[in-house]
């Protein structure tokens, strides 16, 4: 089988991902506790949830308010909340009030939360709600999209003066990187306090924070990464006026644009109309975008100017329409490459010399491999050939091309048919393909339970690739229920087939004790394994690691190497958490980090820890951006 897979040109597969659409209706959870019992009392944060309460409604969330929440309290509304999501809603939770971190995991604090002493973290932690918690039970509702805003970085309730917290001096704590789909946005930096309000005079019902967020809310066309650092720099700014520190910082890993607000219509310029559509007369292209030249096209456009029509205007009626059209034009273009393939036999008793000899021929020109010129055009047609005398695998190297339009006119609708053709036939890799289609939605209506049949049956066969897929399937509940024994189960043997991917996910399990007892040892090795093949998301864990004491000794400079490396893989997280979050990251780490930019060239400033413009854009150049 492994031999087999060394013919297979073979689409690499990463995390799993989806883009970005509309979901079926958005939910907000709103939480504000000021009246705390035993810990100090807040003056501001039920006002912080009926001002975000107030506007989420306005945006059309279906809003669950509720204050001053006991610990019981907060479990019922939260149980409620998830009650009411389904798959493909957009959950949003908002909470102001008392928050802590302790030993690396972030709390919110129930009103009736006991005071407790340093050494009673144990205690505290079963009486405070995880926020790894909730974002867990929302993600196993399947919805589309998550979004915490955090309002409870302020001084760390449990502190008391001369003698040493509970937890985090200050704020909350970094935290490990959020699952996909998921953004985070904190109301200030990771160990600074959030202020409330900017002096005792201060007449503003609302924190700094929320009186900065509320507004930038009903900005139409502001994507929620743009709104993150616009509160941002607000709130840095207001609290600079009373020389106080205060940062957001955010999470992000939502693929595609969200807007709380979305933009008007397009009116993007058409630079060349030859390219797009052709000028109707009466039709203003410049002043009304290419938006506007919908109607007089709706009924004569080829499918390729529907296509461009559709790159521009990416929302709005006309874009409904158009795909519409699209569907109604797809239906009738002739299948272009299978309708060009006779017929193989299902099961043929041996695939004759000649077909493998010319799919391996295939391959090396495909490649540029053993002496052969690369050209994919030709590799192409000689896929074609292999296919018709049943090289199965050819199918699916073939797919490939038509996916990505190497040597052929792209088309992920037929790469899907590729692909199904040769899942059918019993072919693994395709089996993997058809599941990672069927997951994305590429070419083919998204259905994550056909995802997991697919991904199963591709595991079953001895794909390892498969197996890995199937595991994450597990892991994370798509399309089936979650498991997270079968996820270690099948990672473990992704693993033992050389994937850096499995790896890399088996060492999380590992890291957290998902399915198998928590061993940070054993996940530092795994993620070193996985790193040694090139997998940038183990090079940042293993910096993170380093920096956290998981697992192996506390190194705050070797930490800067790895995460370094991860820069240099182009992993985008790393990216996001140097240039937004850095202030999370000890001040030895930071002067490490550029001092090994600088010493690569990529960096010419002070090594002073301090995270300016200078080292974000040795940041992004690091990561090729």
Not at 89 to 106: K, P, S
Not at 225 to 230: E, I, V
Not at 536 to 552: D, E, H, I, T
Request: hydrophobic share 35%; charged share 20%; with cysteine.
């Amino acid at each position: 089988m492994r031999g087999l897979a060394s013919l297979i040109l073979t689409v690499v597969l990463l995390l799993p991902f989806s883009t970005y659409s509309f979901a079926a209706k958005k939910v907000a959870l709103v939480v504000g506790n000021d009246s705390y019992v035993n810990v100090p009392k807040l003056a501001k944060a039920q006002n912080d949830a009926d001002s975000i309460s107030n506007k989420l409604k306005e945006l059309g969330f279906q809003v669950h308010l509720h204050k001053d929440l006991n610990r019981r309290g907060f479990n019922q509304k939260l149980q409620s909340f998830l009650s009411s999501l389904q798959a493909g809603d957009e959950a949003l939770f908002f909470f102001a009030g008392h928050g802590v971190e302790i030993r690396g995991q972030n709390y919110l604090l129930p009103t009736d939360i006991p005071n407790a002493e340093p050494g009673q973290e144990s205690f505290v932690k079963s009486e405070a709600i995880g926020v790894n918690y909730i974002l867990n039970e929302i993600g196993r509702r399947k919805v589309r999209m998550t979004l915490l805003i955090l309002d409870a970085c302020r001084n760390n309730p449990f502190q008391k003066s001369g003698t040493r917290s509970l937890g985090r001096t200050r704020g909350l704590g970094t935290m490990e990187a959020p699952p996909e789909g998921t953004f985070i946005l904190y109301s200030a930096g990771f160990g600074q306090s959030a202020l409330d309000r900017l002096s005792d005079s201060d007449p503003h019902p609302n924190s700094v924070f929320t009186r900065t967020l509320v507004p930038l809310l009903s900005k139409p066309g502001l994507k929620l990464s743009d709104t993150a650092r616009q509160v941002r720099r607000k709130v840095m700014k207001l609290a600079s006026t009373v020389s106080h520190e205060q940062r957001p910082a955010y999470y992000d890993e939502v693929l595609g644009d969200f807007y709380f607000t979305p933009p008007a219509v397009g009116f993007s310029e058409v630079s060349k109309p030859e390219n797009i559509v052709q000028k109707q007369p009466g039709v203003n292209v410049q002043g009304g975008g290419t938006c506007g030249v919908w109607p007089q096209i709706a009924t004569s456009a080829t499918y390729a100017q529907v296509e461009a029509f559709l790159a521009e205007c990416k929302s709005g009626i006309y874009s409904t329409l158009a795909k519409a059209r699209l569907t109604e034009l797809k239906g009738k273009q002739p299948n272009k490459v299978l309708a060009l393939l006779p017929p193989i036999v299902k099961n043929p008793k041996k695939v004759s010399k000649n077909a493998t000899a010319i799919f391996t021929r295939a391959w090396n020109i495909f490649n540029g491999k053993n002496g052969e010129t690369k050209d994919q055009y030709k590799a192409v047609r000689l896929y074609k050939q292999a296919v018709s005398l049943g090289h199965k695998s050819a199918l699916v190297n073939l797919g490939y091309s038509l996916e990505n339009g190497f040597g052929i006119v792209k088309d992920v609708a037929e790469a899907a048919q590729m692909y199904k053709r040769a899942a059918e036939l019993g072919e693994a890799q395709g089996m993997t393909n058809l599941g990672y289609m069927y997951e994305n939605g590429k070419g083919i209506k998204r259905d994550l339970k056909e995802a997991a049949k697919w991904y199963k049956k591709s595991a079953l066969a001895g794909n390892f690739n498969g197996m890995t897929n199937y595991g994450y399937m597990n892991e994370t509940g798509r399309g089936m229920p979650v498991n997270f024994n079968e996820a270690v189960k099948w990672y473990r043997k992704g693993a033992d087939g050389g994937i850096a991917r499995a790896k890399n996910n088996l060492a999380y399990m590992y890291l957290y004790g998902r399915g198998v007892k928590k061993s940070e040892r054993t996940a530092w090795s795994l993620y070193k394994a996985a790193a040694d093949q090139g997998f940038a998301n183990s090079n940042y864990m293993l910096g993170y690691m380093r920096l956290l004491g998981k697992g192996v000794k506390r190194n705050d400079k070797k930490a800067a190497k790895w995460v370094l490396i991860a820069l240099k893989g182009k992993h985008q997280f790393a990216v996001k958490e140097m240039t937004t979050n850095s202030a999370g990251w000890s001040l030895t780490f930071r002067k490490e980090l550029q001092r090994l930019m600088a010493k690569e060239g990529y960096y010419n400033g002070a090594l002073d820890g301090k995270f300016g413009s200078g080292t974000y854009n040795a940041i992004r150049s690091v990561a090729g951006q």
